[in-house]
């Protein structure tokens, strides 16, 4: 069962999600906040698997919510609610560590992926919205970490694929290697980079120039 938390100062909208999740079997709602400062309380007491945050509220907001949140040991994966396509908040949340954001009219079903998605770690929530995010707000590029000369000739290539929004699915067809193979890859390099998933990967080709 993977257990959700939901933030947002909305109430209908919370109970409308609220819903949505109670209607899958492998999906609980295990607590529910309407500002940040509450929602840090409601993490500590529930231990949740994923967090759907609002980035805007009153009291505290996500953002500062989700920074004290995943500082925590074994923090949840955070996913940022925004009303806004590109917003430079949620460029900001996933900088932070958040795993994605998802635009709050989002069909249901999309939803109810990205958490799964998010909570098995294995992909990314709109790898080629998160590009497009950081096109537009990404600062100027920092020196690249001495770290990134520790990936091998293969791994920068499917690092370069991956930073572009690809699917392991899509990697694997160009590069002529299995799903399984890219994974492992792919795993490889998030751990050489000390990156928690493929949203920070993005973020850190994008923040060093190598997107």
């Not at 819903?19 to 309407?34: F, R």
């Amino acid at each position: 069962m993977i257990r959700v938390v939901l933030v947002d100062d909305q109430s209908l909208f919370r109970a409308g999600v609220r819903m949505l999740i109670a209607s899958q079997p492998d999906l609980e709602v295990v607590g529910e906040a309407g500002d940040g400062r509450e929602a840090l309380d409601v993490v500590q007491q529930t231990r949740p698997d994923v967090v759907l945050m609002d980035i805007r509220m009153p009291v505290m907001d996500g953002l500062t919510a989700t920074a004290e949140i995943l500082q925590r040991p074994d923090a949840p994966r955070i996913v940022m609610l925004t009303t806004f396509d590109l917003d430079e908040a949620a460029a900001r949340a996933i900088r932070q560590g958040a795993s994605g954001f998802l635009l709050k009219d989002a069909d249901p079903e999309f939803l109810l992926a990205a958490v799964r998605t998010v909570h098995a770690g294995s992909s990314v929530i709109a790898a080629s919205a998160t590009r497009e995010l950081f096109a537009h707000f990404a600062d100027a590029p920092t020196p690249v970490p001495p770290q990134f000369a520790d990936l091998t000739d293969r791994e920068r290539e499917i690092f370069a694929l991956a930073a572009r929004g690809l699917s392991n699915g899509e990697i694997a067809t160009r590069e002529f290697l299995s799903e399984a193979t890219v994974k492992t890859h792919i795993s490889r390099i998030l751990s050489k980079l000390s990156l928690r998933d493929r949203v920070q990967l993005v973020v850190f080709a994008f923040e060093h120039g190598l997107a």
